[in-house]
Nanobody, 124 residues
Framework: QVQLVESGGGLVQAGDSLKLSCVTS????????MGWFRQAPGKALDFVAL????????NYADAVKGRFTISRDNTKNTVFLQMNSLEPEDTAVYFC?????????????????WGRGTQVTVSS
């Protein structure tokens, strides 16, 4: 059974940092690109960042470029999202997802497996 479990969310103030983790099991981690998506209350699911199977390629939404960094540890079957200079607009539930393609995709429909999400709330 494939499982993706996010952690690291919380309530922080604007300008603070958080590091999200997503631990996977039941899949061959290094054969999946990984993505982070987020969904704010009443809004659609948005792409945040992705990382290729090897970690050599990353891609970010314009809204988080320069502030967020995605990384992965293939020895620990884990993907991370380092979030710096957080803004109230970053408030959302953050989901990690796994995509069997080499480089991943910014489109949520392309992903095969999803976690249940972790809440990030940024106060002003």
């Amino acid at each position: 059974q494939v499982q993706l479990v996010e952690s690291g969310g919380g309530l922080v103030q604007a300008g603070d940092s958080l590091k999200l983790s997503c631990v996977t099991s039941g899949l061959t981690f290094n054969r999946y690109a990984m993505g982070w998506f987020r969904q704010a209350p009443g809004k659609a699911l948005d792409f945040v960042a992705l990382i290729s199977r090897s970690g050599a390629t990353t891609n970010y939404a314009d809204a988080v470029k320069g502030r967020f960094t995605i990384s992965r540890d293939n020895t620990k079957n884990t993907v991370f999202l380092q979030m710096n200079s957080l803004e109230p607009e970053d408030t959302a539930v953050y989901f990690c997802a796994a995509d069997q393609r080499i480089n991943g995709s910014p489109h949520s429909s392309e992903y095969d497996y999803w976690g249940r999400g972790t809440q990030v709330t940024v106060s002003s």
